[in-house]
């Protein structure tokens, strides 16, 4: 069982920068690899970024050159640095394995809301 806690939400300007953090417990031996998800209103949950060992990527055409996913495996934690953030951006965020990739889903953590806002 992996237990995902998504953290570093808030409210921010647009052009601003936010970092998201996931906390991991549990069979963390397990996990091979993490993305990061959002869900606006009215909109499905879509894959914003993914990384495994030895790749990072951009899922989404909308957030690349913005958003970076990065993994410290000491303390467990994936990332999701996001800076020159839009309105578009508001949604909120969750961890979870990358299924694109062919990896089961993990249980859903809270989420973390990020709202872009002037």
């Known amino acids: 069982q992996v237990q995902l806690v998504e953290s570093g939400g808030g409210l921010v300007q647009p052009g601003g920068s936010l970092r998201l953090s996931c906390a991991a417990s549990g069979s963390i031996s397990s996990i091979n690899a993490m993305g990061w998800y959002r869900q606006a209103p009215g909109k499905q949950r879509e894959l914003v970024a993914a990384?495994?060992?030895?790749?990072?990527?951009n899922s989404a055409d909308s957030v690349k050159g913005r958003f970076t996913i990065s993994r410290d495996n000491a303390k467990n934690t994936w990332y999701l640095q996001m800076n020159r953030l839009k309105p578009e951006d508001t949604a909120v965020y969750y961890c979870n394995a990358p299924a694109i990739w062919g990896f089961d889903l993990y249980s859903w953590g809270q989420g973390t809301q990020v709202t872009v806002s002037s």
């Open positions: 990384i495994a060992p030895g790749i990072s990527t």
